[in-house]
């Protein structure tokens, strides 16, 4: 309080009652001019922080993208693992990576495809989707491809 005086004190120093605007506005110039930083915080604060908040934010999204990328991974691994077994087929392997991306990505990987194709030596899963959006207008792209050789009898 006492700062809040002291600036009353000056001001009707430098602008008696009795003087015009013109003098009124000479005495507030002088105000401002003892203190030319006034306000410097506030400037920097709206420029400073909204930089802060996309840099918090994009550490946040790549973080939900690492979290969609090993979703994607797991689903594909059980999914290879399932098409690649003993007398097993591709659409075996379609049905468990879709029901594994339905139990444990849903939230957070969206529009997921499941392509599993299976050879006489090998599946092959490729999943793709696109990780969740926390920033706006952030489009981040989730790919998971394991390959694995076919469980087969080649006798004696």
Same mark, same amino acid.
Request: glycine share 8%.
């Given at each position: 309080?006492?700062?809040?005086? %002291? ?20 005495? /507030?110039? /002088? ?56 007398? %097993? ?16 990505? %849903? ?44 469980? /087969?009898?080649?006798?004696?």
């Amino acid at each position: 309080m006492p700062a809040v005086r %002291s600036r009353v004190r000056r001001a009707a120093r430098y602008c008696p009652a009795a003087r015009g605007t013109a003098a009124r506005l000479r005495a /507030r110039w /002088r105000l401002v001019a003892e203190r030319p930083d006034a306000g410097a915080v506030t400037a920097e604060l709206v420029i400073a922080m909204p930089l802060l908040l996309l840099m918090v934010m994009l550490v946040i999204q790549a973080g939900v993208w690492w979290h969609a990328t090993h979703i994607a991974q797991a689903a594909a691994t059980r999914a290879a693992s399932t098409a690649a077994a003993y007398q %097993s087929n591709a659409r075996a392997g379609q049905e468990v990576g879709a029901g594994t991306l339905t139990a444990i990505g %849903s939230g957070v990987l969206k529009n997921p495809s499941v392509q599993v194709t299976r050879t006489a030596t090998e599946a092959r899963v490729e999943i793709r989707g696109t990780a969740e959006t926390v920033v706006p207008g952030v489009h981040w792209t989730v790919t998971a491809v394991v390959v694995r050789p076919v469980e /087969r009898w080649t006798g004696p």
